[in-house]
């Protein structure tokens, strides 16, 4: 018996419909491209996670942190004391880096970016803020804020507290170069980088993610403090003391986040309230206006007067027109002059009163 094949699309299922009395349909399930999990991940409502990996100031970040502090106040007395790190540096600085590979020179130009603070700010806090509303929490947010505000107070400070002097405005060889009114000393674009892309892996959400991130971010904040000694802005030390600035801040951040946490409530109710206040006078009712009350018309003076003959009553005195002011009407010589001195008209000396005799001579021809 010949069977027909007849296909149709349901959705995303492929079906095809036999004659055959033992098979009635035959479903497959399309196979999707990584791009169309993307797309169908991205149409998906947001949702705020059950539960949100906080990083925990653990007995074992604790060590981590006091030997990176030791580090950094070992790296210091290195350089203040003149040793053989500030040898180093000088050794470094007299190889000139940048003439001995100035074919890289473009490329290390545009890579040294990845260190300034306002560039990675941007990029870094886009990222985060739509992580932020995805999962309907202002974490992300607050905590790239507080990073960069600890960074800013840490680093800005020990820069102009020990101001040393960059290799191009280097005074004396051999020297420290310590209090003479530098700020590069740690340096401030290898801090960043390791805090601006180190505050990605430490917000990942899953453990993997936080491993590649972490090496992404180590890589990035190496490359951009050898960029800075390959062009000459910085010492050796700086870029040093700088990688362990910016660790240290990324180490002590569990301790913030019971600030971050609190930031992140007071946020919320006031956008909470500023919304319900807003509904609350959008919903305001409408209070209907009421028809005025019409009085009767007042009689006028004919009919008071015929009412008055045919009842027999004495009639109203006649009211006065409305355009009259109250008040007795006074003549017109009882009133005012115009003027404070007497009347507008101009004197006349020839005018004599209505009915009096002229006093005149005629004038008569002849």
Not at 122 to 132: H, N, T, Y
Not at 273 to 297: D, H, K, S
Request: glycine fraction near 8%; charged fraction near 20%.
């Amino acid at each position: 018996m010949p069977h027909h094949i007849v296909i149709t699309k349901t959705g995303n299922r492929r079906c095809t419909a036999l004659t055959r009395c033992n098979v009635d349909w035959v479903c497959t399930e399309p196979k999707l491209t990584r791009l169309d999990r993307v797309f169908a991940r991205l149409d998906r409502e947001p949702e705020r996670p059950a539960h949100i990996d906080v990083p925990r100031m653990t007995p074992h970040r604790v060590v981590l942190f006091a030997a990176a502090l030791a580090f950094y106040g070992a790296i210091v007395w290195a350089v203040v004391v003149t040793s053989w790190l500030v040898r180093l540096d000088w050794q470094v600085m007299f190889f000139r880096p940048y003439q001995q590979w100035a074919e890289i020179h473009a490329f290390v130009d545009y890579y040294v970016v990845l260190g300034q603070r306002g560039p990675t700010a941007v990029m870094v806090a886009a990222w985060l803020g739509w992580r932020s509303w995805r999962q309907h929490t202002l974490r992300p947010l607050l905590a790239l804020g507080v990073s960069l505000l600890l960074l800013n107070v840490t680093v800005g400070a020990a820069k102009l507290g020990m101001g040393r002097l960059g290799p191009h405005y280097a005074t004396e060889i051999g020297s420290n170069e310590m209090w003479l009114g530098g700020d590069i000393f740690p340096s401030g674009h290898t801090a960043n980088a390791v805090v601006t892309w180190g505050i990605l892996a430490y917000l990942a959400s899953t453990p993997r993610a936080r491993r590649w991130l972490s090496a992404l971010s180590a890589v990035t904040s190496l490359g951009v403090g050898m960029s800075t000694v390959y062009l000459g802005t910085h010492w050796l030390s700086d870029v040093v003391l700088g990688w362990t600035a910016g660790l240290l801040i990324l180490l002590a951040l569990p301790w913030f986040e019971p600030l971050i946490a609190r930031a992140e409530t007071w946020l919320l109710d006031l956008r909470d309230r500023w919304r319900e206040r807003r509904a609350a006078g959008a919903a305001v009712p409408v209070t209907p206006v009421e028809a005025p009350v019409r009085l009767p018309a007042r009689p006028t003076a004919v009919e008071e007067e015929v009412a008055a003959r045919e009842t027999g009553l004495p009639s109203r005195s006649p009211r006065a027109p409305v355009y009259l002011a109250p008040g007795p009407h006074t003549a017109r010589a009882e009133r005012a002059p115009g003027t404070p001195t007497g009347s507008r008209r101009p004197p006349h000396t020839e005018r004599t009163t209505r009915g009096a005799t002229s006093t005149a001579r005629p004038v008569t021809g002849g």
